[in-house]
């Protein structure tokens, strides 16, 4: 039973434009929600994240939505860089505590075309 | 500041011999630490929860006896894979947290085990 679901395994952006992933969930239980970036043989690194208290984060570059009625989320990159070329995972957790174990989606493949 | 490393990076075991992957946080001490597997393609899927000085606590459908973790200090957790065999074989990664008010998990570079 996949909780968290990405629903698009990959893909392809013009550089400059805009990147949007998008993220599902089913667990109402879930209050905190994050985004990692993770290359081929690395682990994930963490992007950005928010509450369910809010609606939207901002951290330059990258922007996470939150549609807690429709259990949706979406990170929005812009404008979009060569770097930012990897798999994407959203992540959520019940209450957001670092020690609490993390729930991540399938994750989307991101390119970005030069 | 935050940084997780792992080791070995990649390691290749023949079938029925045991595996041990370390995982330490090099500048924060972990009260808490998970193990991760991947397989290509998919998801991270949590394996087991560890807390310092305690047992590990583990998801549904993974066996403790077969992946043994111990986290004997708030710097280090370790994954044995026992008895390996090559449906084993997956990329093998750990996280740890600061403490219960940090809101990140650090992770580190994952451990690439093949078992022929």
């Known amino acids: 039973d996949q909780q968290v679901k990405q629903n698009s395994p990959s893909l392809s952006v013009q550089e400059g434009r805009i990147s949007i992933l998008n993220c599902d969930y089913t667990n109402s239980m879930f209050d905190y929600f994050l985004w990692y970036k993770k290359y081929p043989a690395e682990g994930p690194t963490f992007l950005i994240s928010i509450s369910s208290i809010k609606d939207k984060n901002e951290d330059g570059r990258f922007t996470v939505f939150l549609n807690k009625s429709a259990k949706h989320l979406s990170l929005h990159i812009v404008p979009s860089q060569p770097g930012d070329s990897a798999v994407y995972f959203c992540?959520?957790?019940?209450?957001?505590?670092?020690?609490?174990?993390?729930?991540f989606g399938t994750g989307t493949r991101l390119t970005i075309i030069p | 500041g935050a940084v997780v490393s792992q080791h070995p990076s990649r390691v290749i075991c023949k079938s029925g011999t045991s595996v041990k992957i370390e995982c330490r946080s090099l500048d924060f001490q972990a009260t808490t630490m998970f193990w991760y597997r991947q397989f290509p393609k998919q998801s991270l899927m949590l394996m087991a929860t560890?807390?310092?000085?305690?047992?590990?606590?583990?998801e549904q459908g993974v066996e403790k006896d077969k992946f043994l973790i111990n986290h004997a200090s708030l710097t280090l957790s370790t994954l044995t894979v026992t008895s390996a065999h090559p449906e084993d074989s997956s990329f093998y990664i750990c996280?740890?947290?600061?403490?219960?008010?940090?809101?990140?998990?650090?992770f580190g570079p994952g451990t690439r085990l093949t078992v022929t």
């Open positions: 992540a959520a957790s019940a209450q957001g505590f670092g020690n609490e174990k993390l729930t």
């Open positions: 560890s807390n310092e000085g305690s047992k590990a606590t583990y």
């Open positions: 996280s740890a947290a600061k403490d219960s008010f940090s809101y990140e998990q650090y």
